[in-house]
């Protein structure tokens, strides 16, 4: 029958103008012609970011048909129908159902959840739980914070509180008071809290780091508002109800007796001390957590590729089975393609490779055919089908045995060569140049067929180009002659070290044209930014928890030192009477801090418990790094000591230059 197919909103508005006469339209698809049925409506995009729907059929062009074994059927619910009801009836059909004539049929089995969690997988709800604590805990630093400003203000508001209280103020009457004060405080941290949100919700939609699926949006709507008032009110409370419980609990006759400004009766209680332990604990453990994330991205960054990844320039395309019906002529395609660009200036070697290292590859099971071996040895490495000069594109020198030749072709022997990592996994101390693999099926056994045997004739280093989020060792690779499998999809492999790989693109686009006008090339770029593409969201990762870490560091160093601050203050009697007895400045100062190298101490022991838990927590995002890591223990407990020194700084010399006669004046 006709082709059809269906085009997005987008695309009728950006590529048609909104054309009305677009229905029964032509758009040439993979090379072939469609007629365009309909338009679907603004917005749906579905599954992810489509914007062109074709019909399955055993009608099919061929590369569609490679898609159907690859599908995800997808249903709506009737209403009032529960997820666990339609589970459990599909899981019913799909026992009853004859899978005779299906290979494998033992292994398959049938996942039903919703499409959303299908598309986030359980590191997205790990990272997006991680985030949402890591923020929490930073609310609640803040609490602590404003708790103890809080407490500060109560205390030195005493008196005030006495006389309201002797003029016939309840208890309730006060602490209504100070939490209306606490209120006004987190409505205007809310305010502005809110005002950053737009911001940098716009900013972090306008340059994307993917594209992100249509049905996922960061808006600030009704539910966020209302999201932000509940955290306002809790944080209210959370950081004013104790406080002001605190403060009108007063001794009215003790309270007014006191004439002087010292409030004796009223010093620093143990909750300002608590919140003060809080927050350094808190900050510890959020610095741990960034420290450990931070540390598996510069690990990931350092790790040698094994060539020059400035150098390489990729791109990749895919020939259409319409243009190009024969594996022999989409071979021919790629060596004069191969031919044609190596002849540009500024190129120093060219080739094509199926798979960028493992972007897009998949393992595959292979056997040790060698010697009589009942039950062979079963290794799984990836494949990718290379032409010759791509080791020389690479900058790889072949170990052992012999590179591809031009006579490695689709009639003649299967050969393959193998990096050092898969030699050393199959063949141990055993050179393997030789040697025969053959590809594995499930329950069948090695029938000695010279044709199903691919015989190894070369081992190169081992490379990285896909595998950088691991730290571990490189994973095997099985390298094999592109014209000897099907080359329908490869990427095109530039070396130039002279000229920058960048100021290829127009030239080698150029000759692309010339080969074939029809054929799109994308995904563009050199290898070194395929690497840092692999690194990027970890390195988002590390910025945004170090600077939560931060954050939260800032603040108890904060409090520490207003804690500090407001003892010296409170106690500035004391001081000048203990100097005019003949203390001097050091026994001063050694008593102004032991308090706070206290609650220092005390904080650094609870955060370490902490920041364990923070490490089981992350460990689903490290590779290679041990989530109690004892260096970054180190580090971040130097970190947090010398920030706690700088906080105690200013209030010891205020404290240590205090004159007994200015303490004294007043009394």
Request: charged share 20%; with cysteine.
């Amino acid at each position: 029958g006709p082709k059809e197919l269906l085009i997005s909103n987008d695309m009728w508005q950006e590529r048609f103008h909104g054309d009305p006469d677009v229905i029964g339209g032509k758009l040439l698809a993979n090379a072939v012609e469609y007629t365009i049925v309909g338009v679907l409506p603004a917005g749906f995009k579905f599954p992810v970011n489509s914007e062109v729907w074709m019909p399955i059929n055993k009608d099919s062009e061929s590369g569609i048909r490679n898609l159907i074994t690859h599908v995800i059927v997808v249903g709506r619910l009737n209403p009032g129908v529960s997820q666990a009801a339609a589970r459990a009836e599909l899981m019913e059909l799909f026992s009853g159902w004859n899978q005779k004539g299906v290979e494998d049929n033992e292994e398959m089995e049938l996942v039903c959840e919703p499409f959303g969690r299908l598309q986030m997988n359980k590191a997205s709800h790990s990272y997006l739980l991680v985030v949402v604590g890591s923020v929490v805990f930073v609310l609640l630093v803040s609490c602590a914070n404003v708790a103890n400003l809080l407490v500060g203000r109560a205390l030195s508001r005493g008196r005030e509180m006495a006389i309201r209280s002797a003029v016939g103020a309840t208890r309730c009457r006060i602490v209504r008071q100070l939490l209306t004060e606490s209120l006004l405080l987190s409505m205007f941290g809310a305010v502005g809290g809110l005002l950053f949100a737009a911001w940098a919700v716009d900013l972090t939609m306008e340059s994307p780091i993917y594209d992100l699926p249509y049905w996922m949006t960061f808006d600030l709507d009704w539910r966020v508002l209302l999201f932000v008032v509940a955290v306002m009110i809790l944080t209210a409370l959370v950081s004013g109800l104790v406080p002001a419980w605190q403060a009108s609990k007063i001794d009215l006759n003790e309270m007014l007796k006191d004439t002087s400004h010292t409030s004796t009766s009223f010093r620093l209680g143990r909750l300002t001390r608590l919140l003060a332990v809080v927050q350094i604990a808190f900050s510890c453990a959020l610095l741990f957590g960034a420290g450990l994330i931070t540390r598996n991205v510069y690990q990931m960054a350092t790790i040698e590729p094994g060539y020059a990844k400035e150098h390489i320039l990729t791109m990749r395309m895919g020939l259409f089975p319409a243009d190009y019906p024969t594996e022999e002529e989409q071979d021919q395609f790629y060596a004069d393609l191969v031919e044609r660009v190596r002849g540009i200036e500024g190129v120093e070697a060219a080739s094509v490779s199926s798979w960028i290292g493992m972007f897009g590859n998949y393992k595959e099971p292979f056997l040790n055919s060698d010697g009589d071996q009942e039950q062979p040895d079963l290794v799984y490495a990836y494949s990718e089908a290379v032409s010759p000069g791509y080791f020389e594109t690479m900058g790889l020198d072949i170990i052992e045995g012999r590179g591809f030749e031009p006579g490695d072709g689709p009639d003649s022997a299967k050969v393959a060569i193998v990096n050092q990592t898969f030699a050393n996994i199959f063949y141990r101390n055993q050179s393997p140049v030789g040697k025969d693999v053959g590809q594995y099926k499930p329950k069948s056994k090695w029938d000695g067929d010279q044709d199903g045997k691919i015989r190894i004739v070369g081992v190169v280093p081992d490379v990285r180009v896909s595998d950088f989020t691991k730290v571990n060792e490189p994973e095997p690779i099985l390298y094999i002659p592109h014209t000897q499998v099907n080359s329908q999809f490869m990427s095109l492999m530039v070396s130039s070290s002279k000229v920058p790989p960048q100021e290829l693109t127009k030239a080698i686009q150029e000759v692309i044209l010339e080969l074939d006008p029809h054929l799109p090339v994308y995904f563009t770029k050199t290898l070194e930014t395929y690497i840092d593409d692999q690194i990027y969201p970890y390195r988002v990762m590390a910025n945004f928890f170090l600077t939560i870490g931060l954050m939260a560091l800032f603040l108890a160093a904060i409090g520490v030192y207003g804690m500090l601050a407001f003892n010296v203050s409170r106690r500035r009697r004391e001081i000048g009477i203990r100097m005019a007895l003949g203390a001097n400045s050091l026994n001063i100062v050694s008593q102004v801090l032991r308090q706070g190298l206290v609650q220092v101490v005390a904080g650094l022991v609870i955060g370490t418990g902490l920041a364990y838990v923070v490490g089981k927590i992350t460990r689903n995002f490290l590779f290679g790094i041990n989530p109690a890591d004892p260096s970054v223990y180190a580090g971040v407990l130097l970190t947090l000591v010398g920030v706690a020194i700088l906080a105690f700084f200013l209030p010891a010399r205020r404290a240590a230059r205090l004159s007994p006669m200015e303490a004294l004046r007043y009394e």
